[in-house]
């Protein structure tokens, strides 16, 4: 049977592409913004307790939520892959490798969000400590997984860097999108090396510096989901009329 009858079209994967986007886009801005943004209080470990301890079930939502948009990650990064693969088999796997640190840094993140639930619970074992070390305890968990967040978006920021020069460069899909994506790597990659070496301005810079990355991303995420590729220019690179060249 001839291959090219059976083989998806990259329209598919485009579609597909764009609807595990704005999943993980929606699920990421209701964890964060809508859940932990409302529930944690900068700086006040007991009012942040009692805001989980009232609102547990929404805090367990919130993170079953973020693991479905981590579940996504994992297709999503194959769609990427056969859509810049054409361009450059070597720079697409690279882009997925990236993905896939940040994605297990994340999941593995969770659980200190967990750990800060499970930390005001009614267990035995916490009784060891006192109310005010274990709303201390919490609190901190929660810190360490906005710590470990930010180390995740390492390797998301070269993820960024890499699929927005295969993007500019595949003729398929708009420069723009491209040059939008590697603006996004860098904004993270500052954002996150700022954490860890100059966390005072890091704050400063939050979080104008993480505006450029959301439009960058939805700009990409919609783009696949309404337009997709160019079929005909996808076509002649996968048959190798245009040389792409590193």
């Excluded at 595990?20 to 886009?25: M, T, V």
């Excluded at 579940?71 to 769609?79: A, F, G, N, T, Y």
């Excluded at 859509?83 to 940040?102: C, G, S, Y």
């Amino acid at each position: 049977m001839n291959s090219n009858h059976t083989e998806v079209s990259p329209q598919v994967y485009a579609r597909i592409g764009g609807v595990l986007y704005l999943i993980i886009i929606i699920a990421g801005i209701f964890g964060e913004l809508f859940v932990r943004d409302k529930l944690v209080v900068s700086g006040n470990a007991i009012a942040t307790a009692n805001n989980i301890m009232a609102h547990e079930l929404l805090w367990r939502i919130s993170i079953a939520t973020d693991l479905i948009m981590h579940v996504c990650d994992i297709p999503l990064m194959l769609v990427f892959y056969v859509l810049l693969r054409p361009v450059n088999k070597n720079l697409a796997l690279l882009m997925v490798l990236f993905n896939l640190i940040q994605t297990a840094v994340l999941v593995a993140n969770k659980l200190n969000l967990l750990a800060a639930m499970s930390l005001l619970g009614s267990a035995d074992y916490l009784k060891a400590f006192n109310p005010n070390q274990l709303h201390a305890l919490s609190y901190l968990s929660i810190k360490l997984h906005g710590i470990g967040f930010s180390v995740g978006l390492i390797f998301f920021g070269f993820t960024c860097l890499v699929s927005g020069y295969l993007i500019f460069r595949s003729g398929y899909l708009p420069r723009i999108l491209g040059v939008l994506m590697q603006i996004a790597g860098l904004c993270y990659l500052i954002n996150s090396f700022a954490l860890i070496i100059a966390p005072a301005f890091a704050y400063r810079m939050f979080p104008v510096i993480l505006l450029p990355p959301f439009i960058a991303e939805l700009s990409l995420c919609l783009w696949l989901l309404i337009k997709g590729v160019n079929v005909v220019k996808w076509n002649k690179c996968v048959s190798g009329t245009r040389v792409l060249k590193v």
